[in-house]
């Protein structure tokens, strides 16, 4: 959680990061890394059930104290001294509890399947558990900011931002400022709203990612961004950043790793990023959850685009019409939202991957969540992957088209790809833009073959050369592609998947879980950079 660009200077806050008391259900008391997934350490290997993590907790005056939690997989209840103070599901995305006084924390984090509505083991992927992005303790003082939130309103003639500051407690002196612009008023608490305008401040692009401090003071409290000017939007089948037309070109993402789960550290991220950026590309889906705010930090400086997603993986009419899954699907939505909108590294927002969306049943359930999509965040697109592209009814409801499709793997031939793409393209509304959002094959590396058949590197890598150069052919229908999958990943154990997943790894990585390259990191290369 501690990120690169530190949103407090000021702010007294305790890292709770380091080494807490555990305990799995009935097993002996143990230790347990925060962060940290204890089914990625090998004595708890694979184990479900509930891990009670627990530390003391020292307040230091009598004003509020919030304990901020993220990424706990999948769902938790927060006790201080045996008393339940608050609790939350859906892992991936950071909450907060207010502490009401010192105390022995205990966190109670479930990873069974079903723990959260929005983590089932019939997804394809394994759902580790643990408190996996970090934990902190914040003391707010008697006047503290609770949320700032920018959006960039227009580029040209000059650069106009929109801000909401969240004020608690107070009254006190608030002091904004931002690229050479100062503003200073006496506030209680409520949200303050203000209009910039910022003549001379360079625009954020792909190409070329400016940055600009805004430092926003409260009494004793701050609270710090970093502000990308640049406006995104959907100019009939393109997809434009201030208006110039972008061709997304890049991969799909989990963030895991074998010997983390989801709580990779740092120097993993940004390796990640090093080989987004050998590969050439200028863009990663998140699939299929909320990335991690340091991972879109930097996606932010190196001009990295991110498709950021609401967890979520084929949900059908029953989840869509379960009020306990939507609430839940809402929260993520929320939560998301919130750690994400102020990153101009993340120009798309995703939600219901692969979900029935030719189910006019669904249809209730899409129109409620992109709903809230957009009442949270009306400047950016909304798009979904989707997999019924053919029979879709909901497709109206998004700015930009996803299309999943596994030509040359789970159908069809390599040499079917074009047409296979080109067919589906075919079926989407030509005023909206069209983005591969997932397409790929098994290559287990290692494995060569002179006859390059399915699960070779050599097949992998035909099939990924054939889509991209496709994608990219002059007159092409498509805004972009994501190539299903960055690296490979443990996926689920449940039957059947996993007789179709050898290891029990999805193998669709352009490297393998370790990140070591294969074939297609090379052929990849060479077809994104023949394109710059
Ligand atoms: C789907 C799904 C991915 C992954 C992929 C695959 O399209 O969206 O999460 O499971 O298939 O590898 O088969």
Redesign the pocket.
Known sequence: MARRFPRHLRRRIVDLRGVWDFRLDGDPPDVMAVPGCWDATPRYAGRRGVGVYRRELLLTDGTPHRLVLDGVQHACRVLLDGEEIGSHDGGFTRFAVDVPRSGVLEVHVDNRDGASPLHRDF???HHYGGIARGAELHRLGPAWIDDVRVTTVAVDPVPVVDLAIDLGGGPAPLTVRLGGVELRRDRAGGTVRERLELPGLARWSLREPHLHALEVRFGEDDWRERVGLRVVATDGDRLTINGEPVRLLGV?RHDSHPDHGFALPDDHRLCDLQLVERLGANFVRG??YPQDETFLELCDERGIAVWSEATA??PDARQLGDESWLGAAERNIDEMVAVARNHPSVVLWGLL??GRSDDPACRPGYERLIGRLRALDPSRPVTY?G?HTEHDVCEDLVDVVGV???PG??HDEIADVGAVLDRLAAHVDPSKPVIVS?I?A?GVRGWRDAARDRWSEEHQSDLLDAAIRHVLADGSRFTGIAI??FADFR?SNAMPRVL??PRNY?Q?GVVDEYRRPKLATDTVARAFRASR
């Open positions: 997804y394809d992927w799909n699939g299929h993986w084929q991957n692969e992957a997999n999943n499709t596994y793997w789970y997932e790929g098994e299903w999958v996926t179709g997943r999805n669709k």
